[in-house]
């Protein structure tokens, strides 16, 4: 397959299986994941979603699950990669990261969703001000991103890359990353933190 990474956008149509969508999450000069880098291309994949599976297959960089992420960051960082609907790419020196987190990144139910257009809910209700880059957003860390992303077939996923926890709104289903039943209601949603329901009944 070829991808295709930093290229001019439309002239790239129809050249390429993959088109990188997202800024990178770790780099030479700070090699650990930061959330607010993170961030950053979460909120590319906001603005690029619609592409998934019309132009191409998103590419929002290797998923990187590694410390300094906590156990409930890296699942956040797994559900940034779900809601890119794109490519699925494991970027750590994986003998040297916890088996449960390579387990949670490599889960079936997960990768069921890979393909879809992902679609987040209310973009413009939050507003991102403006860096050169992802490198800066640790010195101003004012962006924001959707906390609600739909992927259809009755899946919808909620992301938080704030600073402190929330409480969503879902309906009776199961979280796939925990593997949770969940009746419905409201669900604590900590920084960093992701999760992704099959709703029992599909919504509109």
């Given at each position: 397959e070829r991808l295709a990474s930093g290229a001019p956008v439309?002239?790239?149509?129809?050249?390429?299986?993959?088109?990188?969508?997202?800024?990178?999450?770790?780099?030479?000069?700070?090699?650990?994941?930061?959330?607010?880098?993170?961030?950053?291309?979460?909120?590319e994949t906001a603005a690029r979603s619609w592409q998934?599976?019309?132009?191409?297959?998103?590419?929002?960089?290797a998923l990187l699950v590694r410390e300094p992420f906590t156990e409930g960051e890296a699942g956040g960082s797994i559900v940034a990669n779900v809601i890119s609907g794109g490519a699925?790419?494991?970027?750590?020196?994986l003998p040297l990261v916890d088996s449960a987190r390579i387990d949670a990144a490599l889960d079936p139910?997960?990768?069921?969703?890979?393909?879809?257009?992902?679609?987040p809910i209310d973009p413009?209700?939050?507003?991102s001000?403006?860096?050169?880059?992802?490198?800066l957003e640790p010195i101003n860390d004012d962006d924001q991103t959707p906390v609600q992303w739909s992927l259809g077939a009755g899946t919808v996923a909620f992301l938080n890359m704030g600073d402190a926890t929330i409480d969503v709104d879902v309906s009776e289903g199961r979280e796939l990353l925990s593997g949770q039943q969940h009746d419905g209601g409201s669900w604590a949603l900590p920084a960093?933190?992701?999760a992704v329901f099959e709703l029992m009944f599909q919504e509109d």
């Open positions: 439309l002239p790239s149509v129809g050249w390429f299986h993959t088109f990188r969508s997202g800024a990178d999450i770790a780099f030479s000069s700070d090699p650990d994941p930061r959330r607010e880098y993170l961030r950053w291309q979460v909120r998934n599976g019309l132009w191409w297959g998103n590419d929002p960089d699925w790419l494991l970027g750590d020196d139910a997960l990768l069921s969703t890979m393909g879809r257009t992902t679609t413009l209700a939050w507003p001000g403006f860096e050169i880059g992802p490198i960093g933190h992701g």
